[in-house]
């Protein structure tokens, strides 16, 4: 199961995440351009990672995700097992239209809004998975460098 709950990010994540979206929604560029930053996702369990990590491999779409159940930043949990997400992700809302998924067809402009919220993740501590040069590129993917 995934969830969309703050509640469900570790304390130190929930304060980044706080963070974060308090700039996004300060920063008057992406006012004008009509962007607004939903979240998406903050834990997730491993049937729901494992599904996601099957995506692409052994069940149809694209790949989405590198990380197998247990190694995602996603399924980070308390020594009592409650859910303790390192990580979160999100989708930017533009004019109404959902703009989320990590593709390489994705318009000029939609790419620099994107990079513009990256830079907000950077500015308060995340970690964004978007930025050049990572990895496993994935806009909508944010961490904590820490965890």
Not at 50 to 67: C, F, S
């Amino acid at each position: 199961m995934a969830s969309r709950e703050i509640k469900d990010l570790s304390p130190a994540m929930q304060v980044l995440y706080n963070k974060f979206v308090d700039r996004c929604r300060r920063d008057l560029w992406l006012l004008k351009q009509g962007v607004s930053v939903i979240l998406t996702c903050t834990y997730r369990d491993d049937a729901e990672q494992a599904r996601l990590y099957a995506q692409g491999r052994t069940a149809p779409g694209r790949i989405v995700t590198n990380a197998k159940p247990g190694k995602s930043k996603h399924n980070a949990t308390t020594p009592q097992g409650r859910p303790a997400a390192e990580a979160f992700d999100v989708a930017l809302l533009l004019n109404g239209k959902l703009v989320w998924v990590d593709d390489p067809a994705t318009p000029d402009n939609e790419m620099l809004l994107w990079e513009r919220v990256g830079e907000h993740g950077g500015v308060v501590g995340l970690k964004w998975y978007g930025a050049p040069g990572a990895a496993f590129p994935e806009k909508p993917h944010f961490q904590n460098p820490d965890a």
